[in-house]
């Protein structure tokens, strides 16, 4: 596609549920990355691959959040029974190249209620 | 510590008055400086990459520098519609794993 796309948009759910959310990058973009985005805050950068392989997982908040990228292209991210604290918006970004500039998607807004 | 700084956190302009907004960083060996614009419910646009002291790069009314210490985004007779969150972000030297984002400035220019 012309840009990234993620899905849902909007997730609402309930604390303790699973959710997975989806990132498609622009087609031939090796890099991709994911962060977050919550109310007043700067994005916080959450995990990056290069190609299938993340080769830095210490910026995922917990052991319930958890990534993956199959074929070089689609990546999800799920998060294991959500908190309150989880909801944010989740921005995925993908790159051409690791210092190229970011396309970002339009984010899925999540709310753990 | 922060990494990324920007100020003021928010500023309001009236259409036609320039004005610049700061980006100053603490990252060792810059590999590159990015700034994005935001608007409400969207995500990051990317604007400028910047990459070595004295660079300068346009973009209609933006005007972005940097220094070996801060980046400045230069807002020439803005308009309504620059009206949005400015980032700035850092990547390290060495590091292809991340750029790190400073919080942001809202800018509202008033018609």
């Known amino acids: 596609g012309a840009g990234v796309s993620q899905s849902p948009s909007n997730k609402v759910t309930e604390k303790g549920k699973d959710v997975e959310l989806r990132c498609d990058p622009i087609?031939?973009?090796?890099?991709l990355y994911w962060y977050r985005q919550s109310l007043g805050q700067g994005l916080e950068f959450l995990i990056y691959?290069?190609?299938?392989?993340?080769?830095?997982k210490s910026g995922l908040p917990s052991d319930r959040f958890s990534a993956e990228r199959t074929g070089g292209s689609v990546s999800t991210l799920t998060i294991q029974r959500t908190q309150q604290e989880d909801s944010a918006v989740y921005l995925c970004?993908?790159?051409?190249?690791?210092?190229?500039?970011?396309?970002f998607g339009s984010g899925t807004r999540l709310t753990v209620v | 510590e922060d990494q990324v700084t920007q100020s003021p956190e928010a500023l309001r302009l009236q259409e036609g008055e320039s004005s610049s907004l700061n980006c100053s960083y603490t990252?060792?060996?810059?590999?590159?400086l990015f700034w994005y614009r935001q608007d409400p419910g969207k995500g990051p646009e990317f604007l400028f990459t910047?990459?070595?002291a004295g660079e300068e790069k346009e973009k209609e009314r933006l005007k972005a520098t940097l220094t070996k210490k801060e980046s400045f985004l230069h807002i020439t007779a803005p308009k309504p519609e620059d009206s949005a969150t400015y980032l700035c972000?850092?990547?390290?030297?060495?590091?292809?794993?991340?750029?790190?984002f400073g919080k942001g400035t809202r800018l509202h220019i008033l018609p």
């Open positions: 972000a850092v990547q390290e030297g060495g590091r292809d794993d991340k750029i790190i």
């Open positions: 910047l990459y070595s």
């Open positions: 691959f290069q190609g299938n392989s993340a080769p830095d």
């Open positions: 970004a993908s790159s051409l190249t690791s210092n190229y500039g970011y396309t």
């Open positions: 990252v060792s060996g810059l590999r590159g």
């Open positions: 087609s031939g973009h090796t890099a």
